[in-house]
């Protein structure tokens, strides 16, 4: 049975940092892509990044979050830095056991965690 557990999320203010891990069971970790995902409140969930081989980042994070993961730990990480408050969302880690390369796409994700709450105040 696949899980994945986020955590490290929390309140923090405009500029600041987090690190998000995910911690995942149930599957070869290192065999599949991974991706991080977002959704504020009233909004679609949306992509941030993912990694497979090679890494992939949305416009709004590019230069300020960086994925990562560590296989031997079977975790996957979200380094964010220069917070803004409209990164204030729940985030998500999600694995695609379907393809060797990372996609934006969430339909392509077959197993996602519970969530992280992240709140940047201004």
């Known amino acids: 049975q696949v899980q994945l557990l986020e955590s490290g999320g929390g309140l923090v203010q405009a500029g600041d940092s987090l690190r998000l891990s995910c911690a995942a069971s149930g599957l070869t970790f290192s065999r599949y892509v991974m991706g991080w995902f977002r959704q504020a409140p009233g909004k679609e969930r949306e992509f941030v990044a993912a990694?497979?081989?090679?890494?992939i980042y949305a416009t709004s994070v590019k230069g300020r979050f960086t994925i990562s993961r560590d296989n031997a730990k079977d975790t996957l990480y979200l380094q964010m830095n220069s917070l803004k408050p409209e990164d204030t969302a729940v985030y998500y880690c999600?694995?695609?056991?379907?393809?060797?390369?990372?996609?934006?796409?969430?339909?392509?994700?077959?197993?996602w965690g519970q969530g992280t709450q992240v709140t940047v105040s201004s």
């Open positions: 999600a694995v695609d056991r379907g393809r060797y390369y990372p996609v934006m796409y969430s339909y392509e994700y077959d197993y």
């Open positions: 990694t497979g081989g090679v890494t």
